[in-house]
């Protein structure tokens, strides 16, 4: 085994940690306040090739592993949970998704320009009325001619509202269960569909979340992603890169919690002395470095596999069940640790604190990982 | 346009670096090392020269091995070659046997226009090695320059705007010169990873005494008159007295202990 991060991984931490800290930390407290969607990041983030870290050159990427994709989520997460959320869906649940299921014209058509963020995506599974239940979508397409008619509504979509492309999952064949969902490379400027954006969210308030709802769009057969009826399999394996990259930002945004904590207990005088040396102050510096530190090679490890080709969807789950709580546990404690200050909007440790919440949430409840994780090892299933 | 930029590895300026006080120089183990942060804006004003006027730039670092990651960051924010002078006949130099042994490192990639350095390293702080590689070099050498006006690439000439401590002074000499920059001339870059995927392929020659060729005498620590003789930490300053009381009693104690210290 190999714990040393390589020259390459090493480097591409320093340059997206530079990129957070100069670029991203400044106006990250300002976007959240204003609910500002971060256009100029994105572009900057576009043009230093971050999104493409992990597409294969021959994509428009660098080709670098799947481990320096997880330090760009850490690096990301660590200063603006809002923008590792737009880089996880981007480049997990939509560009990689098409590198896997897409044929070689979707595939040139689409992943070079998402790697260097000239379109955005977005990824439409959820629905208002079907969240881990996914089998139950109402969303249908229906064949006509050359392409399918497709209607529904997707909820909860991160960069809905700003994406030029979206992967929409659709019922084919509302008779097949599982088996009769389609998934769909859908341009967002198609007639019929449109988007509304969901305010006054607890977190991630400068990343897009929006409803998606399409009335009526008319989209070609060849923008079948994967082929048809395979849709919720090609929605699950989205899930195992999307998951994988939201448990390297817990990692990342349990660091930021961390460092932020730090700071303040090694500034903070109280009893004559700064309360880092106070014992019960130390105990959750203690417990925060050990879930921290746990969290992360979970995340490696999980990468070691991906690099390797093996399937991964147990470990994936095991790393973003964990290090979703686990950045809850660290926000509370490094909160903790500012007392009446970290109430306030005056530290960052607030917004980190909202932003830890949604982790286990979005992409599988914890609840739903926790039934991934031990239907695998024990051979029933529950759902 | 041929272009080096000559860097140093220095240890980091957030670290808490320690004196070794019988050796008299710094401890460097466990201490993470960094492109001295003025040879930054030298690699990138050598980058911002290539793509104005074409040519190519290759970084030179004289140091021990693990200098190659100086050297590959530098390729990381665009420079084209990266060359390594390591040597163990090198341990030892101070700044006369630097640009000693740089300046044969510069000779031996050839055709040099123009060689650009940070105006001073933020270990050792002389700002000796830029000027004394111009000697060595036979360059003109226009020191601690805040910005580069033009390249006359025909005529062969540079015209260059100097920090000085009165305002700015703007001079021209002609090519091949040497600068040292200070950092109002530009902005570096953030790597984009293409580069660093670039960077993180190439190979970096490493080049001994044997291949520079000269006298064994002026290099390392042979080569260098100056001794250190002595290096120590200063002791941190004490913390001040602290008048406490009423403002009336605490101005009358205040005066009393400056009149006694014959300060009023």
Known sequence: MDFDLTEEQQMIKKMVAEFAEKEISPVAAENDL??????DIVKKMGELGIFGTVIPEEYGGGGFDNIAHAIVAEELGRVDSSVRGIYSVQVSLVALTILKWGNEDQKRKYVPRLASGEILGCFGLTEPNSGSDAVSMQATAVEDGDSYIINGNKMWITNGGVADIAVIFAKTDKNAGARGITAFIVDTKTPGFSTRDIHQKL???SSNTAELI???VRVPKENILGEAGHGFKVAMSALDFGRYTVAAGCVGLAQGCYDAAKKYALERVQFGKPI??????QEMFADMTVDIEAGRLLVYRVGHLKNKGIPNTREV?????????????????????FGGYGFSGEFPIERYYRDARINTLYEGTSQIQKLIIASRDLGISAF | MKIVVCIKQVPSTEAKVQMDPTKGTLIREGVESIINPFDEYAIEEGVRLKESYGGEVTVISMGPPQAKDAL????????????????RAFAGSDTLATSYTLSLGIRKIGDVDIVICGKQATDGDTAQVGPGLAQRLKLRQITYVSKIREIDAANK????????????????ASLPALITVVKDINQPRIPNIFSIKKATRAEIPVWGARDLGGDPKDFGFDGSPTQVVRIFTPPPRQGGEIIEGEASEAVAKLIEALSSRNIL
Request: proline share 1%; aromatic share 4%.
């Open chain 1, 34 to 39: 204003q609910e500002k969607f971060p256009s």
């Open chain 1, 203 to 205: 977190g991630l308030k």
């Open chain 1, 214 to 216: 399409l009335t009526d």
């Open chain 2, 72 to 87: 590959k960051t530098a390729l990381a924010m665009g420079a084209d070659k990266a060359v390594l002078l390591s040597d």
């Open chain 2, 157 to 172: 000439k540079i015209t260059a705007e100097r920090l000085i401590e009165s305002g700015t002074q703007v001079v021209s």
């Open chain 1, 276 to 281: 880092a040396g106070h014992q019960l102050i």
């Open chain 1, 317 to 337: 789950c095991v790393a973003k069940l964990f290090c979703s709580e686990m950045v809850n546990r660290v926000a509370y404690k490094a909160l903790q640790v």
